[in-house]
């Protein structure tokens, strides 16, 4: 008999929702039975909608995995999946029968996250028992330009954002003399409501570390940098341990596996810069000093960390590679579409059922993406917007549902692929308080050193203000439009250009809602509260004066059994008698 | 031991810090990580100290505090607590959180409070998305926490 196995996983979302606890409560729940059980952890499998999530392998009923698993039922679940009769409570996917999102996961399909959720990620051995580093032995027995032109063949696009190809970008860095050349892996994901690169990094480390490799061997470089947020603690202790196993077997260091390619790979720490994730910023934190970007060209190809010729490439492009190597390019191209082959990983959230991680091929419409892959819209509310490619992104409306997605189509929407964060929006989202938002992240991410991304940015934000707190004017939408046209002319780096889209694409689909703000002074979702008016119907207010006592400002009055009034000028819009009323009384407009 | 000496070994200790990462080629950054561990935060003392050390000018010591989040140049509380300004977490009410927590602390975002044991900050996505909205203590992730009653029962555990 096959032996049973019970990984739990213990990635960043898991462990915030208790996975750790299940993993305890499993450890010595097994010290003291004399079962023969073998635990396991392992990283994201990407319903962290369910989690903490525990996956049973090995016995009669075949793989099956379970959610939202509380550490007080985790042993009597264990004990039911042994005697073969597992309640259907907690069960998600199981691979022999109906489980309730074998759907969900039947439209994606794993290249980058094939190891994700499956292997445990501080395991060297369970990465090469997968397949792990087959890829780099390959290489070394190839010559380099033909690893180059594999990568080129493939047509993979850089998956950080812009989608320039990675093949194109690794020739520039081959083409320059050496000895010395570097690359970089940029792991700062900064997008707000993103978070596909932390998975992969605390669940498959091994996977960028040869995705690395392969590319430094088939450049010339002989030193690596991984460029990761501070903010990511457990992706940073995987790297470390991932790097040291690695080294410890010789696929790091000197002489690899016998041949004449060294490597040296360092973590770097990032200290909190948005602006570190553009190539050229993140190149100077690297050196110690401010990340401030520097105009292009030079590229960071022929000059780049320290003025050595320098390839960066995302994570989600590195962790492509290995499997590149393997399945060969034309493998990959059957995949996606003909101008964005292969496959790419979303971080949906919002309000959407099912928020995870998810990897789709491209070509896949977001209609699909939210209603196949992610189960639809939370409590049952309709779709309003999908914000792609965050503050340097936009919101794509539900009448462009039916966009494919690729680097193109979704570009012609005037929103951009990005790395991946995909926030769903619902009816009750304001598109005026969202782009507010972003511009406030950007303006105060700015790094200052173009006047117009400072400055510009920072009067958006100020008409965008004054829209949501009732004292727009209509010439604010037209002064919104010159000062996005002017950022984007103005600035240096992408996070200056693009900084503007959030609010071009808003007003591009939802002008009437601005409108309604500045013309009628109303927030069509009752978002922006400076717009909300509190009055009290008459004749449902029963005189109870609850609301009145709750009042922090006291300015309901009334006497009792008698209806009741709220002076708006003194009103401060907190809500407190909204939410206490218990006959509806209570009119929010 | 003297105050004078008590004074003393937190910079003796960033000396030897210093000493050891001179001549690495990219030491700033982290010897300003490690000087915020040694002090809780940097102020323009520690900065000019560095300085001198590292025979560079303060001015660029303190165009990097200044640059990055992650530098403080104000006393930190004991513990950080970092509410996530992410997308999802915004969509999903974390200004209410952040209004709930600064409430149950009495204690203004950006600010420490008054026995020392809290910073509040705001912090950019931390990337648990699906937990929204999420706050974080110290490597300690808390979502899906919705009422002042979980907010406290959460705060109670640091002590």
Redesign the interface.
């Known amino acids: 008999m096959q032996a049973i196995t019970v990984k739990v996983g213990l990635a960043s979302c898991g462990i915030a929702a208790g996975a750790d606890n299940v993993y305890r409560r499993l450890e010595s729940y097994l010290l003291e039975s004399s079962k023969m059980v073998q635990l396991k952890r392992t990283g994201c499998i990407g319903m962290c909608f369910e989690e903490p999530i525990v996956e049973f392998d090995g016995g009669d009923l075949g793989r099956v995995t379970l959610g939202k698993v509380d550490p007080k039922d985790i042993t009597r679940l264990l004990d039911e999946y042994l005697s073969g009769h597992l309640s259907e409570t907690h069960l998600i996917l199981a691979d022999k029968h109906e489980a309730k999102h074998n759907d969900l996961m039947g439209a994606q399909t794993r290249i980058v996250l094939k190891n994700c959720g499956v292997i445990d990620p501080q395991s060297i051995d369970e990465y090469e028992q997968s397949g792990g580093y087959q890829a780099l032995k390959q290489v070394l027995e190839m010559r380099p330009y033909t690893v180059i032109d594999i990568v080129r063949g493939s047509g993979l696009r850089g998956r950080g954002g812009a989608g320039f190809p990675t093949g194109l970008k690794w020739g520039f860095v081959f083409d320059q003399p050496g000895p010395k050349k570097y690359v970089i892996c940029n792991a700062d994901e900064g997008d707000p409501g993103a978070f596909m690169d932390r998975s992969v990094l605390e669940g498959d480390p091994h996977r960028i570390i040869e995705g690395m490799l392969i590319g430094a061997y088939a450049m010339g470089a002989d030193e690596g940098y991984i460029y990761c947020r501070a903010e990511y603690p457990l992706a940073i202790k995987h790297l470390r341990i991932a790097i040291q196993a690695a080294t410890e077997r010789n696929y790091l260091g000197s002489n690899i596996l016998g041949t004449d390619f060294s490597f040296t790979l360092h973590i770097k720490e990032g200290a909190g810069a948005f602006v570190c994730g553009e190539e050229t910023a993140l190149m100077h934190s690297i050196e110690g000093m401010r990340g401030m970007p520097t105009l292009r060209p030079p590229y960071p190809a022929e000059s780049g960390l320290w003025g050595k010729p320098t390839n960066i490439n995302n994570v989600e492009t590195w962790a492509n590679i290995p499997w590149i190597i393997l399945n060969g390019p034309q493998a990959f191209r059957a995949i996606g579409t003909q101008q964005s082959p292969g496959t790419k990983v979303f971080a949906l959230a919002g309000k959407v059922a099912g928020s995870g991680l998810i990897e789709v091929p491209m070509g896949i419409t977001i209609r699909d993406i939210i209603y196949k892959v992610g189960g639809g819209i939370k409590d049952g509310k309709n779709f309003k917007a999908i914000q792609l490619g965050g503050p340097s992104g936009g919101c794509i409306p539900a009448e462009l549902l039916d966009t494919t997605v690729d680097y193109d189509s979704i570009n012609a929407t005037g929103a951009i692929m990005g790395s991946g964060g995909m926030v769903v929006m619902d009816e009750d989202t304001c598109m005026v308080d969202v782009a507010k938002y972003f511009l406030h992240f950007t303006q105060s991410e700015s790094c200052g050193k173009c006047t117009y991304c400072r400055i510009g940015t920072r009067r958006m934000l100020e008409i965008l203000e004054r829209i949501s707190s009732g004292k727009g004017e209509i010439e604010d939408i037209d002064r919104l439009q010159k000062l996005a046209e002017n950022i984007n002319h103005g600035s240096l780096c992408g996070l200056g250009q693009s900084a503007p889209n959030p609010v071009l694409t808003t007003l591009r689909y939802f002008r009437h809602e601005y409108e309604a703000h500045i013309v009628d002074k109303k927030c069509p979702t009752q978002v922006c509260v400076d717009l909300l008016t509190f009055s009290i119907d008459e004749t449902k207010c029963k005189g109870c004066h609850v609301c009145a006592l709750r009042c922090p400002v006291k300015c309901i009055t009334g006497k009792r059994k008698q209806p009741h009034v709220i002076d708006p000028a003194v009103c401060i819009k907190c809500g407190s008698c909204f939410n206490s009323c218990r006959f509806d009384a209570v009119v929010k407009a | 031991m003297s105050p004078d000496t008590q004074l003393k070994q937190p910079y003796q200790r960033l000396r030897e810090v210093i000493e050891e990462r001179k001549n690495l080629?990219?030491?700033?950054?982290?010897i300003?990580?490690i000087a915020q561990e040694i002090f809780g935060y940097l102020p323009i003392e520690v900065q000019e100290f560095i300085a001198a050390e590292m025979n560079i000018p303060v001015s660029k010591i303190y165009?990097?505090v200044t640059?990055?989040?992650?530098?403080s140049m104000k006393p930190r509380g004991k513990y950080t607590l970092n509410i996530c300004?992410?997308?999802?977490?915004?969509?999903?009410g974390a200004p209410k959180l952040a209004q709930m927590i600064s409430d149950v602390l009495d204690t203004p975002m950006g600010e420490t409070t008054e026995d020392g044991r809290f910073t509040l900050s705001a912090?950019?996505?931390?990337?648990?998305?699906?937990?929204?909205p999420?706050f974080v203590i110290g490597?300690?992730?808390?979502?899906?926490v919705e009422t002042k009653d979980q907010v406290e029962k959460v705060l109670a555990q640091y002590k």
């Open positions: 080629r990219n030491p700033l950054i982290e300003l990580r165009g990097v640059f990055y989040n992650f530098f300004m992410g997308t999802a977490c915004y969509v999903k912090v950019r996505c931390v990337g648990a998305c699906s937990l929204a999420v490597e300690d992730t808390f979502g899906r």
